[in-house]
């Protein structure tokens, strides 16, 4: 672990607000020379390489990049690391997906061996796609968090996962009772939350696979240790919406249930919400709960069009969620060329800077991480990526043809994914390199 300080020079990139709150020009921060210095896994300063480079021992080691964009890292809000196995899979919507691919690949997991092999291939998978912090979904099996947990502490990297919490409505194999999963979850949390940069999500995989005990549970573990994350799927699909009414006759709807156990509040991330109405969504935002935006997954699984300016209206948190393996991709970059396909369907525009933030600082801020990652502000983790303008022909080629940053942006957000990412930083360490 580097604890020595080091600068990287080249042009730099990082988002500081939300576009749809201070407008485009005011939401990030480019140096087109730009100087970002690492010390102690942390960064100390940032600013033009002109203005920094006098501050500097003459001794200091400096990383010189041409033709290369160095951001935060990527934040991935919602993803399931015991779907690498079965990602983009054949034919079917979510809850025959979930029944014919989803559970016999997540049965492995209880599995040392096999959760341990998942694990290193996922993590190394995040990395090579530019994520460096992501909240993810285990499978029911204690196994497989601390296995992720095991591989992710090895990079010391900032990583949030759970079990997943099933007691019903799924094969017997896969299933745990209301009473071993807070006993499992609490072990988790004694063991996990809050070692290192590692933080532990209380997840009820959703509401259909719970009964009112375990959700009762979920919301009491909630309670009962601070800054713990609560991480679900919601208004996915409208097969599993209508289930949710069948099993809770008794609430207004879905995130009624949800509200109803305890389960809203300001570290909790709902995966999709393609179907939250007006009134959902401001009660999500009265929460201070966020939404995980998972594109490619809602197209895969035809779930449907995330309706991203009716979530800008109340002022909800998103976060940008690959949804592994519903979705398609780990790279956030693709992710975010499937997000511009959705505004577009909707007839409305998603903004390079708006991407960028979502992919960044939003995130951070859904997972209440932002004064330590999502951005390049001094004092923040030293997370961060290297972008090559060369990673393909093609994308050489187009991006000469760029006259400016937000051109450029774009472009490596349309044709890029994980050939783009030339290096991951974590903590100042590098922790790929392609
Ligand atoms: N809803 C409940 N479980 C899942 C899952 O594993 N993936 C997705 N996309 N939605 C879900
Ligand atoms: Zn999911």
């Not at 890292?73 to 691919?101: C, K, R, S």
């Not at 992710?152 to 194999?173: Q, S």
């Not at 007006?278 to 699984?301: H, K, Q, V, Y």
């Amino acid at each position: 672990m580097p604890l020595t300080r080091k600068a990287y020079r080249a042009a730099i990139l990082h988002s500081i607000a939300d576009p749809a709150e201070v407008g485009i020009e005011a939401s990030y921060e480019y140096f087109e020379d730009g100087l970002l210095v690492v010390d102690g896994g942390k960064i100390s300063a940032l600013g033009h390489a002109s203005d920094l480079l006098p501050t500097l021992p003459a001794d200091i080691e400096i990383e010189h990049y041409q033709d290369a964009l160095i951001t935060p890292g990527f934040i991935d809000t919602h993803i399931h690391f015991p779907q690498t196995g079965m990602v983009g899979a054949y034919g079917e919507q979510l809850l025959d997906w979930l029944n014919t691919y989803t559970f016999p690949c997540e049965s492995q997991f209880g599995d040392k061996a096999h959760a341990d092999e998942v694990a290193d291939i996922f993590v190394k998978e995040l990395l090579r796609n530019g994520t460096t912090t992501a909240l993810v979904f285990g499978s029911v099996h204690p196994q497989s968090v601390n296995s992720l947990f095991e591989a992710a502490e090895k990079l010391d990297l900032r990583m949030i996962a759970g079990k997943v919490m099933m007691d019903r409505n799924a094969p017997d194999y896969l299933t745990d009772t209301a009473e071993s999963s807070y006993v499992d979850s609490k072990a988790l949390i004694e063991r996990w939350h809050g070692k290192g940069r590692l933080h532990y999500a209380v997840t009820p995989r959703f509401a259909p696979t719970s009964t009112p005990e375990q959700l009762t549970l979920a919301g009491q573990l909630l309670t009962e240790y601070p800054d713990l994350y609560m991480q679900t799927h919601i208004s996915e699909n409208l097969k599993e919406i209508e289930w949710v009414k069948e099993l809770f006759p008794e609430r207004k709807g879905y995130l009624d249930v949800y509200d109803h156990y305890k389960l809203l509040g300001e570290r909790s991330v709902f995966a999709h919400g393609v179907h939250l109405c007006d009134d959902e969504c401001a009660r999500l935002a009265e929460t201070g709960s966020a939404i995980s935006f998972c594109p490619t997954s809602n197209f895969f699984l035809g779930s449907g069009l995330f309706n991203l300016p009716m979530a800008e209206k109340h002022k909800l948190n998103v976060g940008l969620g690959t949804d592994v393996g519903g979705g398609t991709s780990f790279s956030l970059l693709q992710t975010l060329n499937e997000a511009y396909k959705v505004m577009q369907l909707q007839g409305a525009r998603l903004s390079p800077f708006k991407s960028l933030y979502l992919a960044t600082l939003g995130g951070a801020r859904a997972l209440r991480l932002e004064d330590k990652i999502g951005n390049l502000q001094p004092g923040s983790d030293a997370d961060f990526l290297v972008l090559d303008y060369h990673a393909t022909p093609l994308l050489s080629y187009r991006l000469k043809q760029a006259n400016n940053i937000a051109e450029t942006l774009f472009v490596l957000m349309t044709l890029g994914d994980d050939r783009t990412v030339q290096q991951t930083y974590a903590a100042g360490a590098l922790v790929h390199q392609r």
